[in-house]
């Protein structure tokens, strides 16, 4: 239950209010919040002269729920705000590997107009024999960028220890699919005010991946965007299986932004574009795509970026889509 | 290995290339074909002078491989063609019920200048206690429409024992996905010349799905279309999962047109326009939707069929995504 | 909901009762049973008179729950009863490829005190271009077995045209994973009185497995077994998952023996004697295992078989395990 | 690849051999050895004379290949060691929840001649709303009852902010199914050398799972032990699907021990009875049940702890297949 409490409540009341029912007492929008689990359904008359509202949920999807408030969330990221008619359209390669490829990512987002840029400076990779990204070096490359090309910097947290890191550098936090359990990161993103991006985890359920959410919205950010990039199923010819269906569910029942990661779902290049283009006629906040000016030497995940030529027709496509869905790409 | 003879080789001798390697003689477009297991990599020089051309293939995905027949492939149903600029768009209840909702939806599909009429008669139901279709009588009624109407009739066989009447009255037979390991439906569709359209099943992997294909193809019919209808996977708030990602797989690979079916991917009403948007975007050969004049007392998949409006709206968003595409609707 | 009719309730009675509720006619143990969907919990009073008892289930788990029949369905094949103290040992190759090697089997079979024998003739492969088995030659093979050496015949029907033919020569019909949603092959089972072993399908949930059996149940014949042989999922290492969790739950919620196949969930013979040993631990009525006398030639899944050396070991471990959970092989 | 270099080999040499390589440098048993990416088959002759042998791994699992090394691992933890013919059975309530239900449980272990307890103190809850664990409460409420009743104590890491006070308070360090991934607590158990307990991600593919435990591996710790704890199927009617193929695959390829897990695979107390039985079956090296004084009143997991008679009946159940396996429980 979330019980909005009536302004000018003591700090002695409002600790008292949340002791009684286990709750999370949360400041949101000029109001105090104390969100309780979910299975407490009634509120003890006694504390009725101190609650404004309240909102009884059939889950912990709660503070992200339409029911509790229904329109999309306002988040601004540069010149992108969600919850309105536009797309953002993030680009940039897997990872930072230097100042030149940087450069010519940098470039090819201004060329088309774009705010933003992504690419991972902490790679969450599976085996301890592979590149593991460039640290904070890969940090101030992007920081750079910002300040060259004005762009917003997307970029990723992949444990507790570097957390305030990425916290000070990025724009946008993002939080890997590998990572997206991880109380200490989320705790660390619920005291910031910066948008924080979740990635699904590939065996995350829907309920579980808004319940990320909860935890970075309980500790008083607002600003969380979830982002789907394909869940692990039983087929092997594609890297994982965009869930489409799962984007449904969320535009429906909760209040978060969505953003798509084609790439990192299909993990081959060539499907890239019939995918990106499935996702803009989505109607989602955003797309997130891999590019990088030669994937044949990239790093990490190699085989799913797409290089620039590949990405500028591809964009030139997926602008009709955006118009006939009513939307503009930033 | 696909090898094609020679022309004016004797049965005796395509019985003998035959009985060597184990394989499936095929008649093909004017041709001979002898289809071994993709296991056979070389074949005996005393083979030599009846061999016109051979393919080697890297598995049992072999007449619908791009690598033995680029294009894909052209079907007719009515006034559509496969592999063209035209895409599908075949609509209908889940279940013939009766007239009076048969001609309501035929006359929906009229107004929109549809050409196809989809519902089944033979209900695969998991449940003994369900309504399990009305059978012949069923079939009769979309024959009917077929006739009133001018509207190609696409209609699911469930087993072995009716393969014969649904190819009797069916302009397309749908192999549903409960039953495209069926050999004895296969092998009675591929003596056929029909388009056979074969629905994925939820646990079936692209291979696997291929390969249905394959019974279809080398039995001698060359007319078969693919449709993805959603796995299954851990995520419980869709009652399928979308399969975009192997969809970008099948038309990279394979010379089979494809169909995409949102509605029972996803089991909500709610969650099928968005996804009918993304699946036009694909760009690919065809979409199946689920509508039903009154979806509330539907005797089968209630909770996911449109009702006329809701498909109505959904139309008018379809044309301009199909025009970004390079598509019409047919 | 299941409705036990009173005794000498007229025919006329009886359809008016089962027409009132969708309801199918069961004659059941001396009882006229009308089975409705589970959506039913009520049913007119003026019915009372006519009505001896009811069971109102939560699901279209019925006949098959543990709600309506407590105790473990008695099922005879030769000298093995279900629901006792006894384990079915079922062995033999994967598919009847002759008699020479049949022979081996049987005696394989009896050297070891057991008393049934497994082959497919009707392989349910999913290539077009694989061995497709012997057929009806295959069935008279095992027919032979059965004569020679006193063994029960547990073997596969693959898709309806030959349902008949297998009810005919075996003594135990298995529903192989891919045709387990066939009406064809279940209604035709329902008619038959002999043992029916249901395979799960690899995609499908233990709600559709048990209701696969229903189909059976309600069609009249009361001597259904369910047979777990892994379910698929993201995993590649083996070829299935051997879902031991799921065998928990039909032991606990149904009446159906249940009996274990190890062999197609690995998917390799070297993790088969392990996984034996785990399912003879719990405590289930049988177990399925693959054996061919030379796998390395067997004409399918020659991955998987043990050869007969291999089972010779593995036979002396699982003795001690039967022993030590209360249980005697047959 | 692993090179293992001669003895005496200079700091500066086997920089530039690591360097040469992007290999990982592991002091190893009083060996040096550089691990590279497994991609790299050859090393250049110009190193031969530093290299005293290495092995060609077919992927980055190495270090835990038995390839590289035979034998199972034997790590001690208490009287326990594993690779040999113990069982170590660890059992204990999800979360410690207080001093009193920490006591009973440490005698249910001693009555039982039992020697490790387990419990969190850190509780990785997927919901903010949920009882996140008695933090540094817990653990040295576990340190008391590892000096009042001499047990070892088997506890969970759950982010990378507190993974040194765990280290300091454990015996055996648990890494939960949702941070396997976590670099920051992988590197951190790398640098220490207790026991390092790696629970399998439920959306885990096993080569990732090994891939986890190269990570402590190349960390320099040469003691982890893998567990099996279910993954996330299609299948609701469990919580996850308990993988006994996996395990088969562990024991076949990898030097590590292996625990198995009933209790959250099955998520249901009145399964883990036959499934711990069948774990034991398997021959492996350890057991972990969850177990609690009162389950109905667990402020976490409380459907799937047993209470402590269940254990007691299960315990003797335990024993003789424990014996037919050739195993003692310790």
Redesign the interface.
């Known amino acids: 239950m979330i019980i909005q409490l009536r302004k000018n409540i003591s700090d002695s009341q409002i600790e008292a209010m949340a002791a009684a029912y ?3 007492v949360v400041n949101y929008e000029s109001n105090v919040l104390v ?4 299975a407490i359904k009634n509120i003890d008359s006694k504390f009725d002269d101190i609650i404004e509202k309240n909102w009884v949920l059939d889950s ?1 999807i ?1 503070l992200s729920s339409r029911k509790f408030k229904n329109e999309t969330r306002k988040i601004s990221i540069g010149r992108f705000t969600s919850g309105s008619a536009q797309t953002l359209l993030t680009i940039g390669p897997c990872g930072v590997e230097g100042e030149e490829m940087m450069e010519q990512t940098a470039k090819l987002i201004v060329e088309h107009g774009l705010s933003s840029i992504r690419a991972g400076a902490f790679k ?1 990779r ?7 990204g460039m640290g904070e070096d890969g940090l101030k490359l992007l920081a750079k960028m910002r300040e060259k090309y004005g762009l917003s910097v997307v970029t990723e947290v ?4 570097h957390v305030q890191l990425v916290l000070d550098y990025a724009d946008v936090i993002q939080i890997g699919a ?2 997206m ?6 705790r660390a993103c619920g005291r910031s005010q910066k948008p924080i991006l979740i990635k699904r ?8 991946f808004v ?2 959410a ?2 970075v919205l ?2 008083g950010n607002p600003n969380v965007i979830l982002c789907e990039r ?20 969320l ?2 029942n909760t209040n978060l932004p969505v953003i798509l990661d084609p790439s990192h ?3 081959y290049a ?2 890239v574009p ?2 990106a ?7 989602v906040d955003g797309l997130l795509i891999e590019v990088h000016p030669n994937p044949a030497v990239a790093k990490s995940d190699a085989s799913q970026q797409l290089n620039h030529d590949t990405f500028r027709k591809l964009f030139e ?1 997926l602008k ?2 955006a ?3 009513g939307r503009t790409i930033v």
């Open positions: 286990e709750g999370v969100v309780t689990p979910s912990d709660q969450p599976t085996s301890p024999y592979s590149f593991q992949r444990d507790s220890t590998k990572a359990y991880d109380h200490g990161i989320l985890g590939f065996g995350t359920t829907l309920q579980e319940q990320a909860e935890f309980s500790g394909g869940i692990r199923t039983f087929e092997t010819k594609s890297r994982f299986t965009l869930d489409l269906c799962g984007v449904a569910y535009k429906e779902a299909m993990g060539y499907g019939d995918l283009r499935a996702c803009m006629a989505m109607g496509t009709p889509i118009a006939a869905v």
